[in-house]
């Protein structure tokens, strides 16, 4: 059992930049694949970033130069800073993880209840 506690979101104007955070707890003594999703009201949820068992790293076509993904193993702490944010950014954002990438992006694995984040113009 692994649960997840988004924190971070918030509203800012576009252009603006939030960092969210991710803190694991329960049995996280695993490597897992870990990312971040995002689903805006009446769109489907899409990935945003990942990083796969091996410490590689993909972003969403959207998202690239924007956005970064990392991770502090000792603090159990995912993170993902956004920057230069706009208004299709806005939505539910949250993070989960599993023992594989494969698994996690058929949805998968261990997810946590989200932060939300909105973006005006």
């Known amino acids: 059992q692994v649960e997840f506690v988004e924190s971070g979101g918030g509203s800012v104007q576009a252009g603006g930049s939030l960092k969210l955070s991710c803190v694991a707890s329960g049995y996280t003594q695993h490597t897992y694949a870990m990312g971040w999703y995002r689903q805006a009201p009446g769109k489907e949820r899409e990935g945003v970033a990942f990083i796969d068992t091996d410490g590689s790293i993909t972003y969403d076509d959207s998202v690239k130069g924007r956005f970064t993904i990392s991770q502090d193993k000792e603090k159990n702490t995912l993170y993902l800073q956004m920057n230069n944010l706009n208004p299709e950014d806005s939505g539910m954002y949250s993070c989960?993880?599993?023992?594989?990438?494969?698994?996690?992006?058929?949805?998968?694995?261990?997810w946590g209840r989200g932060t939300q984040v909105t973006v005006s113009s």
């Open positions: 989960a993880a599993d023992f594989g990438l494969d698994r996690l992006r058929k949805g998968y694995g261990y």
